[in-house]
């Protein structure tokens, strides 16, 4: 195999992908420590890592409660997800964690986390991120409430239309087959065209929020339909 090759697959194997639950329960449990302004911050830390990183971790973990607090009470936050992916520069995992407050939808990211002796732990710091992306993310969810939650339930669940949120899918292969559908609809269904409605910009804030809904542990949804295909997985790491 040539090192281009490996490298290629490699890359496909780096995609945004929800986490097993040994690492959902963990990351939940910090979210949790956030949400409370935990004063106990150092036990998610990974004791082997050097002084300066551990000072470094806790640092962006209180900093992060005083975003928080600066914005409102964080005890209201609504976590949505975990996500993960693998930088490709430095080979550090991280996880993205989508959190609902207040009707808006803010980033988390937790950078490399490590598992010692059966436990796991931040091996990195955690910071709200991107306020692009999170104007971005808030503008789909909005869209997606006032256009779509009706027939895909208010999660992507599924109700008289298919679950978004599972990796199933019928009538599209490609992100791109998406955004077509949404603009132009699906003859032969219920899904109807909203290119006299949404700007292809909205489509796609539509669709981000989407991504972020992929593999939910907390919500049940429709049965699988159609091919199994990872679509959308992508779109919140890369942003």
């Known amino acids: 195999m040539t090192v281009g090759l490996a490298a290629l697959l490699a890359m496909a194997l780096w995609g ?17 420590a ?4 935990n004063t106990e911050l150092a ?41 993960s992916y693998t930088d490709a520069s430095s080979g550090e995992e991280i996880w993205l964690i ?7 939808v803010l980033s988390l990211k ?4 490590v598992r010692r002796n059966g436990t796991w732990y931040l091996g990195g710091p955690v910071r709200l991120i991107n306020a692009a992306k999170e104007k971005r993310l808030t503008q789909g969810y909005r869209l997606y409430m006032a256009k ?29 087959d998406i955004f ?24 796609h804030d539509i669709m981000l929020y989407l991504s972020i809904l992929q593999g939910q542990r907390k919500r049940k949804g429709l049965p699988p339909e159609g091919q199994k295909l990872p679509l959308l997985r ?6």
């Open 16 to 32: 945004q992908q929800p986490v097993p639950k040994e690492k959902y329960t963990f990351a939940m449990t910090v979210v949790q």
């Open 34 to 37: 956030l949400k409370e302004g």
């Open 43 to 83: 036990a998610f830390i990974d004791p082997q890592a050097g002084a300066a990183s551990q000072q470094s971790i806790l640092q962006s973990l209180i900093g992060t409660i005083d975003r928080l607090k600066a914005q409102g009470n964080p005890s209201m936050l609504v976590p949505l997800n975990v996500l």
């Open 98 to 104: 989508p959190l609902m407050w207040k009707g808006r």
């Open 110 to 113: 937790m950078y490399n986390p």
């Open 148 to 176: 779509c939650f009706s027939c895909h339930g208010k999660y992507g669940e599924g109700n008289v239309g298919p679950n978004l949120t599972d990796e199933y899918w019928k009538s599209v292969k490609t992100d791109d």
């Open 180 to 203: 077509h559908v949404i603009k132009e609809g699906l003859p032969g269904t219920l899904m109807l065209g909203f290119k006299n409605f949404l700007s292809d910009d909205e489509i």
């Open 234 to 239: 992508d779109l919140y790491s890369k942003e």
